[in-house]
């Protein structure tokens, strides 16, 4: 048993058995490596990577290789999602040097940490032009031995053209109407109206992109917006990428049509989707929509939540298909002599014919994955819902796909929010609660005395390493949203915790940019700032979001400014990448809508108070935020001078430090929060 064996990350624990003598990252295996004049092998991934697996098996768990890399390197792993910083600097390296990136990366440093070789996956045997690990490990220590020199020239060349690569921030004047056009005419050059999405294969789902979609919709009335975000969510939800059984989305589709997934489900595409679903209804009253976001939340929560009530990171792509084989998609896909086994012949066949399944297959060895194909036919809902229940209770009894149970704040903070919103809109209280209690967790365990994150924990023990920008920005959004919904002024008080922090150790004072490491946070050979979004919102759009929410609820003017200037990267990027800024776009919709505030004041147990409530959070007003409570209550900031209109539960709009006059009619609030902004 090696390093690893100690580590909170479930990514590191899989290896912790490995012949090979790993290190985690830390100051030991740089002065290891130092002192035994070795150079460092940093191998980093994450638990449901497929690929990650398949390099392990072939190579870390070989007792040869793991004797050549025992004599000849200093061996470090990385879990992606514990330390995102690392994962970032180097990515960078790789992708600048290679043109390409991914997982497992595979990097060569010096011990002074400086990159000199990259990769990603290495097979045991040289295979379709690529060289064996074995046939790169032996170069690498060769040059190490005998070309030192040109070693640390390409080490030092490299470290320093990452420091001086400097980001174009656009200008410090925000985006405005021409620069969000700019985007969506983007957007529609790469759009696939075919079959939904933007680009070709592999397609992944673009959530971060949808928001804006729909909140230009909501601002502007643009009906070509609108379409792209319903055909899109149409299609990824009637296709494979989209649990039919048990709900849920996968990662991304390896195709264009959204049929065949890479089956590993992440919490964070699950807590966005959910999120749009539930955005999309509200926009729209799509009965789909509606199905789709209640069905991603309870998979959120009855496979993901951990005893301790937050959720976990992803459940894998690879899982036992029954004979010893870890095979990927093996738990979810089906054969027509599988479905006859559950079903028999006659409900068999009609199940085939509702989700897609052929005796050719759409994965391999004639499987085929679950979907819903565009027919002329009209299914009995009475009969499927039966044979649905019957397929997942055998489903359930294959072996399950293995689950990373470390919680990573960032993606928690998605997940409250969008179950907090989820649960609001659709009467699901239990939804309400799972995010207060994923709240609670991150409070009591990721949150320290001085409201320092930790990015992650596992089994109720917090982990070791700081949170980073997105991990503020996110949680402070999710406490946000609990405000909203829940009308506890609390989150609103733990949110300005985590963006003061964002103020003061994220953001540089001149130029109003965003990094993604603390100020005091561990030093790297560069230190990480990216605003594009990725699989999830950027730490620097989602603290804009964040900090421009918290200032409209609070009227704080401090953090509308930082808001402001974090958006100025949108004004330089939304025209030319739109796909990879959507979130920053989606939050440059709400300042030029304001954004609005609502604060609607009555009794909790009135009706009428209740009405006003759901009709504030059921507006489409990009960004809006609500602040419900009793008349004279200080619980959040929006409701101080409010009192009832003639004694009765009343609604009050602002923007630009302009107010409508105060309503008591939700049919009057639903105009107001659902109009356009002139």
């Given at each position: ?339 006859r086994e559950v079903l028999g012949d006659a409900d068999a066949e009609f199940a085939a014919r509702y989700f897609g399944v052929t005796e050719e297959g759409t994965f391999e060895e004639g499987a085929s994955v679950l979907q819903l194909p565009q027919q002329e036919e009209v299914f009995d809902a009475d009969r499927?819902a039966p044979v649905r229940e019957r397929l997942l209770a055998a489903r359930d009894g294959r072996p399950a796909p293995g689950r990373d149970d470390k919680v990573v704040a960032a993606w928690n903070g998605l997940a409250v929010a969008a179950l907090a919103e989820t649960g609001a809109y659709f009467d699901r ?247 356009r902004n002139a």
């Amino acid at each position: 048993m090696n390093r690893l064996a100690h580590e909170t990350s479930p990514y590191l624990l899989q290896h912790a058995d490995n012949p090979v003598d790993w290190w985690p990252w830390s100051a030991e295996a740089f002065d290891e490596a130092r002192r035994s004049n070795r150079p460092v092998l940093l191998s980093v991934g994450y638990s449901a990577c497929h690929w990650c697996h398949v390099m392990a098996h072939e190579s870390f768990e070989d007792e040869a290789t793991a004797a050549y890399l025992n004599e000849h390197f200093v061996s470090v792993k990385v879990d992606r999602e514990e330390r995102p910083d690392v994962d970032a600097v180097y990515m960078e390296a790789v992708q600048a040097a290679t043109g390409q990136g991914g997982w497992p990366m595979t990097v060569f440093l010096t011990p002074d940490a400086e990159p000199f070789y990259f990769g990603t996956y290495f097979p045991p045997e040289p295979r379709h032009g690529m060289a064996s690990f074995r046939q790169v490990l032996e170069g690498v220590a060769s040059a190490w031995k005998d070309r030192r020199d040109e070693v640390a020239e390409v080490a030092g060349k490299i470290t320093r053209d990452l420091a001086e690569r400097e980001m174009s921030f656009g200008d410090s004047r925000v985006p405005g109407e021409e620069e969000l056009a700019g985007a969506l005419l983007g957007l529609t050059r790469d759009y696939d109206a075919a079959r939904g999405g933007f680009g070709g294969a592999p397609k992944f789902p673009p959530s971060m992109v949808i928001e804006f979609l729909l909140r230009h919709h909501a601002r502007t009335g643009s009906e070509g917006a609108l379409q792209m975000a319903v055909d899109t969510c149409e299609r990824m939800a009637r296709g494979g990428l989209y649990d039919q059984l048990g709900g849920g989305f996968a990662r991304y589709s390896v195709d264009r049509d959204w049929v065949v997934p890479h089956f590993e489900k992440m919490l964070y595409d699950n807590a966005l989707l959910c999120r749009v679903y539930a955005h999309l209804w509200r926009s729209t009253g799509s009965e789909l929509a509606r199905r789709v976001a209640l069905e991603t939340a309870d998979f959120m929560v009855r496979e993901l939540r951990t005893v301790e009530g937050g959720f976990a990171s992803a459940l894998d792509a690879d899982s036992d298909d029954g004979t010893g084989r870890h095979v990927e998609g093996a738990y979810y896909v089906w054969t027509p002599a599988r479905l006859r086994e559950v079903l028999g012949d006659a409900d068999a066949e009609f199940a085939a014919r509702y989700f897609g399944v052929t005796e050719e297959g759409t994965f391999e060895e004639g499987a085929s994955v679950l979907q819903l194909p565009q027919q002329e036919e009209v299914f009995d809902a009475d009969r499927l819902a039966p044979v649905r229940e019957r397929l997942l209770a055998a489903r359930d009894g294959r072996p399950a796909p293995g689950r990373d149970d470390k919680v990573v704040a960032a993606w928690n903070g998605l997940a409250v929010a969008a179950l907090a919103e989820t649960g609001a809109y659709f009467d699901r209280p239990d939804l309400v609660e799972a995010a207060i209690g994923a709240a609670d967790l991150l409070v009591r365990l990721h949150m320290d005395d001085r409201a320092r994150l930790v990015r992650t924990s596992k089994d109720g023990r917090a982990g070791a390493h700081a949170g980073v920008l997105e991990d503020y920005a996110d949680v402070a959004e999710g406490f946000l949203a609990l405000a909203s919904v829940t009308g506890e002024g609390v989150w609103l008080e733990f949110a300005g915790f985590l963006l003061d922090h964002v103020l003061a150790q994220f953001t540089d004072a001149e130029s109003g940019a965003l990094y993604d490491t603390a100020a005091d946070a561990e030093r790297l050979i560069r230190r990480p700032q990216d605003p594009t979004d990725n699989a999830t919102p950027s730490g620097w759009s989602a603290a804009a979001g964040a900090l421009l929410s918290y200032s409209a609820q609070t009227g704080a003017e401090p953090h509308r400014t930082a808001a402001e200037r974090a958006l100025g990267v949108v004004k330089a990027l939304g025209p030319r990448a739109p796909r990879f800024i959507g979130w920053g776009l989606a939050v440059a919709e709400a300042l030029l809508d304001g954004p609005r505030e609502v604060a609607v004041v009555g009794e909790a147990g009135d009706p009428a108070t209740t009405a006003l409530r759901r009709t504030a959070l059921l507006g489409t007003a990009p960004g809006a935020v609500v602040a419900v409570g009793a008349p004279e209550s200080d619980e959040l900031p929006l409701l101080a001078g409010r009192p009832l209109v003639d004694g009765k539960p009343a609604a009050y709009v602002c923007r630009n430090f302009v107010c409508d006059v105060p309503t008591t009619d939700p049919d009057r609030l639903r105009a107001v929060l659902n109009g356009r902004n002139a």
